[in-house]
C-alpha cells in the first residue's frame, strides 16, 4: 500500500516528516491553508500553513501549561481573554476552573473554529460553555480598543507570521497590559527557546519595560520541534511562580502539577544567559 508522509514545516531550515493515515479536511480561508490529518505517531492533527498547532497526543502538555499556569498564579481569575487558540484547547483548560465567570476568545480566522468543531471535538467542547464570548476578527485590534478589564489575557497564537506577527510586538503589549486589571497577568506562547532565542529575547525585552514582574516558563511538547516549548508570563502583582490553588484530582490533568507549575520556571543556563544579556543591552540602553 502507498504511504503518504506529511512534510511539516518548523522553520526555513527544518521540517519533520509524519506519516498519514488519513487526510480528513483540507481548506484555504482568508488567512491560511487549514488541514486535519490522522498520524499513528500523534493521532490527529491540525496544521495552519502546513506548520503543525496541535495534536491529540500532546496537546494537554501544550494547553494545560498556557492556561493553568497563569490561572493558578492569579488568586481570582474571574475574567479571562484568549487571543488566538481557535482549536479551543486553551479554552477547555480555563474553563475548569470555577473562578472563571466569563472568557472571551477573539481569532481571526473562524474557519479554525469550525474544522475544530467538527474533526476536534475533544479540544472544541468550550465553545458552547455559557461562559463564553467568541469575537471573530484581529486580536491586535481588539486588544486596541478593549474596554474591558481582564484577570488574565492569553496570547495562544500561531508563529510569527502573516497576521500572528503583530501578537509578537510591544505596541501590542502596551494594550494588553492596558486591557488588564492592576493585579492581572499576561501569558503568551514564544515559540522554541532552542531555535528562536532571538525572538524570545525581543519579547522578553519587550514586556520587562512594560510590567514589573516577566517570568518566562517551560514545557515539554514533543510535536513541536525541537520538544521544548516557551511560554512568557508578565504579571502586574502577583509572584507566578506560586500557585494559588490546585486543581482538582476530577479534572484528571495529563501534565500540569503543582509541582511542575514551580519546576517550569526552572530554566536551563543558555536562557538564563539570553535573559541576563537583553537586560544589559536594556540596561546600557536605558
Ligand atoms: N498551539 C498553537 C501553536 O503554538 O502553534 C497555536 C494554536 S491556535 C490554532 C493559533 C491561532 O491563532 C490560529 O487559529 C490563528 O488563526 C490565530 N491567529 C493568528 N493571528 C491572529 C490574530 N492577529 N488575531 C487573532 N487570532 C490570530
Request: proline residues 6%.
Amino acid at each position: 500500500m502507498m504511504e503518504i508522509w506529511l512534510k511539516a514545516h518548523e522553520n526555513k531550515n527544518l521540517f519533520t516528516m509524519h506519516r498519514v493515515e488519513r487526510t480528513l479536511y483540507r481548506s484555504k480561508s482568508k488567512y491560511q491553508d487549514l488541514a486535519v490529518v490522522d498520524s499513528p505517531q500523534f493521532g490527529r492533527m491540525l496544521l495552519l500553513d502546513g506548520v503543525i498547532q496541535t495534536t491529540l497526543r500532546d496537546e494537554p502538555a501544550y494547553h494545560e501549561m498556557i492556561a493553568h499556569v497563569p490561572l493558578f498564579a492569579h488568586p481570582a481569575p474571574r475574567k479571562v481573554l484568549i487571543i488566538g487558540g481557535g482549536d479551543g484547547g486553551t479554552l477547555r483548560e480555563v474553563l475548569r476552573h470555577p473562578e472563571v465567570e466569563k472568557a472571551h476568545l477573539v481569532e481571526i480566522d473562524g474557519q479554525v473554529i469550525e474544522a475544530s468543531r467538527r474533526y476536534l471535538p475533544e479540544l472544541a467542547a468550550g465553545f458552547d460553555d455559557g461562559r463564553v464570548k467568541v469575537h471573530i476578527t484581529d486580536g491586535i485590534k481588539y486588544v486596541q480598543e478593549a474596554s474591558d478589564q481582564h484577570d488574565v489575557i492569553i496570547v495562544d497564537s500561531s508563529d510569527p507570521l502573516g497576521p500572528a506577527v503583530g501578537l509578537f510586538n510591544q505596541d501590542f503589549y502596551r494594550n494588553v497590559r492596558q486591557a488588564l486589571k492592576k493585579d492581572g497577568i499576561l501569558t503568551a506562547q514564544i515559540e522554541s527557546p532552542f531555535f528562536n532565542m532571538d525572538l524570545l529575547q525581543q519579547v522578553y525585552g519587550s514586556l520587562t519595560e512594560l510590567f514589573p514582574i516577566v517570568r518566562p516558563y517551560l514545557a515539554s511538547v514533543p510535536s513541536y520541534s525541537p520538544g521544548i516549548w516557551s511560554f512568557m508570563l508578565a504579571s502586574k502583582k502577583h509572584d507566578p511562580r506560586k500557585a494559588k490553588r490546585e486543581p482538582a484530582d476530577s479534572w484528571e490533568l495529563r501534565y500540569y502539577t503543582s509541582e511542575l507549575h514551580r519546576a517550569a520556571f526552572a530554566l536551563p543556563a543558555y536562557y538564563c544567559q539570553a535573559l541576563e544579556e537583553t537586560a544589559e543591552v536594556a540596561d546600557r540602553a536605558g
